[in-house]
């Protein structure tokens, strides 16, 4: 027990030094490595884990995800560069106005997360730079939609969504991706209402104390002018085809979601090509190596933060504190919906989270005539979208990466649009279920 204290303790430790360090604006790669290092002495392997767990998780992660986020940077790219990205933000200014533009691009992102694009940061980097810089927002304005886009109602709440969250308890529990409906829809009115509500709130309140748009060096512009733009309907059209082609390749050739959507944006980028030509784009692969160039950092700090969190699973304090979660003695509803947030939180990830949960629980919860398995498949998922967003998840990272804003200048907003909105939407959930389910 002494040493499952000390675990304990240096886990804690280095948890709220990544805060801090995160925070403060030390190098990411540097916080990761030193958080790392500091947990990986209370691990069986000691230092030597680092070889054993860290790096090969780290190598598996920039593996499996290198061509999704690399093609995903060369057809963000690709949008940013032609102009296809400066039209869609005019038409969509002109449309909705100037103060509801964060709803307009918190939708956007729902449509590429629900269309399987997995890494829809970069169309919405493209996209929203101009919006931020007519309208003279900060950036931060931008990435609380996208946050909230990808990381709140298509993640998990929502019914029917190709999602790893949501396809994860079908494993256990023999569920369908619809499963929990009644749930789904109260949870996700909800959630669109406080996203849509903080959005305008946030927007109003920049203005109000004169925080104005920044643009970093390395951020890409193109004429201003309409008549140097390609028609916005060409921009609309390629965000279409990589929704399109990735369904497409999912649900009618049966492929895996990250072969479908590596296989769409290759297709995406030749569309969009084909649609400009070399008026807008002259110099394709270029612009393609750009793309490639700006996701590769982003890819690795998000492999650093998973590979961190690994080892925190191999110490002697996570194993007693997941059976420490597993053993509480709650009603079934409530106890998905604290368990998974906690699990999800140590491992910052949802769905190892839910997976690690309905392990343990998913037997005797398919046995328990009084249990309602579309119930508890809903309240996992949505639970698995809360703490998982915490600093210390790759994700997180990534995406402050792509907008280049420190934490400090953006995780507040991600906070509040990643994981206070599914806390508040899995509170809800949980009362509905034990009152009617």
Not at 11 to 16: C, L
Not at 237 to 263: D, N, R
Not at 286 to 299: E, M, N
Request: charged content about 10%; some cysteine.
């Amino acid at each position: 027990m002494n040493y499952i204290a000390v675990s304990l303790g240096v886990i804690v430790v280095a948890f709220v030094l990544f805060f801090f360090l995160s925070f403060k604006g030390v190098n990411l790669f540097a916080t990761v490595l030193l958080c790392t290092a500091l947990v990986a002495m209370v691990t069986q392997e000691g230092l030597a884990s680092i070889f054993t767990v860290f790096m090969p998780s780290v190598g598996n992660v920039f593996a499996t995800y290198f061509l999704m986020y690399t093609l995903g940077g060369a057809f963000g790219y690709c949008l940013m560069e032609s102009g296809l990205g400066a039209s869609i933000a005019k038409h969509l200014i002109r449309v909705f106005g100037e103060k509801g533009i964060a709803v307009v691009l918190y939708f956007i992102t729902c449509l590429l997360v629900a269309g399987g694009v997995s890494s829809y940061q970069f169309a919405i980097l493209a996209i929203a730079l101009p919006v931020l810089k007519q309208a003279n927002l900060p950036k931060k304005v931008a990435l609380a939609a996208m946050s909230a886009g990808g990381g709140s109602v298509i993640y998990g709440t929502l019914i029917g969504m190709p999602t790893a969250l949501n396809l994860a308890p079908t494993t256990f529990l023999g569920t369908s991706t619809t499963a929990g409906p009644v749930i789904s829809i109260i949870c996700s009115a909800f959630s669109v209402a406080f996203v849509v509500w903080y959005l305008l709130y946030l927007s109003k309140r920049c203005r109000a104390k004169g925080e104005e748009f920044v643009a970093h060096p390395e951020d890409t512009f193109v004429a201003e002018n309409d008549e140097q733009l390609p028609p916005a309907w060409k921009g609309y059209a390629c965000i279409a085809c990589i929704i399109g082609l990735s369904l497409l390749f999912q649900y009618a050739l049966k492929l895996s979601a990250l072969q479908a959507v590596v296989y769409a944006q290759v297709l995406s980028i030749v569309f969009c090509f084909l649609l400009v030509k070399k008026a807008f784009l002259p110099h394709l692969l270029d612009t393609c190596t750009k793309g490639f160039q700006s996701s590769v950092i982003p890819l690795i700090l998000i492999a650093f933060v998973c590979g961190y969190g690994t080892v925190v699973q191999k110490t002697a304090a996570f194993q007693w504190i997941v059976n420490a979660v597993m053993s509480m003695n709650m009603h079934p509803y409530l106890l998905t919906f604290v368990a998974v947030n906690l699990l999800s939180g140590m491992t910052a990830n949802g769905v190892a989270g839910v997976n690690l949960y309905l392990q343990t629980f998913g037997p005797g919860l398919m046995s328990d005539p009084t249990v309602n398995l579309g119930v508890i498949h809903r309240l996992a998922s949505i639970s698995g979208s809360g703490f998982d967003s915490l600093p210390h998840n790759g994700a997180i990272s990534f995406q402050l990466s792509v907008f280049r804003l420190s934490y400090r200048e953006g995780y507040f907003q991600q906070f509040m649009c990643s994981v206070l909105v599914n806390l508040l939407a899995g509170v809800i959930a949980v009362i509905v279920a034990m009152l009617f389910f």
